[in-house]
């Protein structure tokens, strides 16, 4: 039961646009979303994160958006550029007990020169 | 500090060792974790320790032991691995507290990972 899902594995962009990535979650129960970029044999790095009260928050080049009634967020990085080229996860996280974050699959995201 | 380090880097161990992880930080937080990432899929929770204490085991096998000896150490024991088990295991730390049912921001934080091959 995949609770978070990123249905695009891959994405292009050309440097200097923006780069959309989607996140999608079914589970109500989530109440903090987070954005990370993770090269390869690293650990994922932190970008941004929104809490579920709000509906978007800022950080630079980086925007994530949440809708929460359509259970949908959003990262957009303006201008992209090609140190942007990573993969990005999105997490949600509950509180069963202790803290857990779930994560989505990933994507790749590739920015052109 | 803001990091989280995890030693070895790398590791290659046969299914009759035992070897163990080892992930530090000193940031204050109460509260860390053991994801394991396979190639080409989303990092898996499998512990987490709050106030040095497990609270949550996400059913994972016996062969892998956690182990908490104060704030800012966890370990992990590996024992009789498969080669299935093969994948990167990444050690983060987080603030834990709700506050009068309000999440304060907590900084989840990740090592770099241990690269371990069984054989």
């Known amino acids: 039961d995949q609770q978070v899902k990123q249905n695009s594995p891959s994405l292009s962009v050309q440097e200097g646009r923006i780069s959309i990535l989607n996140c999608d979650y079914t589970?109500?129960?989530?109440?903090?979303f987070l954005w990370y970029k993770k090269y390869p044999a690293e650990g994922p790095t932190f970008l941004i994160s929104?809490?579920?009260?709000?509906d978007k928050n800022e950080d630079g080049r980086f925007t994530v958006f949440l809708n929460k009634s359509a259970k949908h967020l959003s990262l957009h990085i303006v201008p992209s550029q090609p140190g942007d080229s990573a993969v990005y996860f999105c997490a949600a996280r509950i509180i069963q007990g202790a803290q857990k974050l779930v994560f989505g699959q990933g994507t790749r995201l590739t920015i052109n020169p | 500090d803001t990091e989280v380090t995890q030693t070895p880097k790398h590791l290659v161990m046969g299914m009759t060792n035992k070897k163990s992880l080892k992930c530090e930080q000193h940031m204050g937080h109460r509260a860390m974790y053991w994801y394991k990432q396979k190639a080409k899929k989303p990092p898996e929770l499998m512990f987490v320790?709050?106030?040095?204490?497990?609270?949550i085991n996400e059913s994972v096998p016996s062969r892998f032991s956690p182990e908490c000896p104060n704030s800012s150490l966890l370990n992990l024991h590996l024992h009789a691995l498969q080669p299935e088990d093969s994948a990167l295991y990444l050690c983060a730390s987080s603030q834990d507290f709700v506050v009068r049912g309000l999440s304060r921001d907590y900084g989840y934080t990740f090592g770099s990972g241990t690269r371990l091959t069984v054989v």
């Open positions: 320790y709050s106030y040095e204490k497990l609270s």
């Open positions: 589970n109500s129960m989530f109440d903090y």
């Open positions: 929104i809490s579920s009260i709000k």
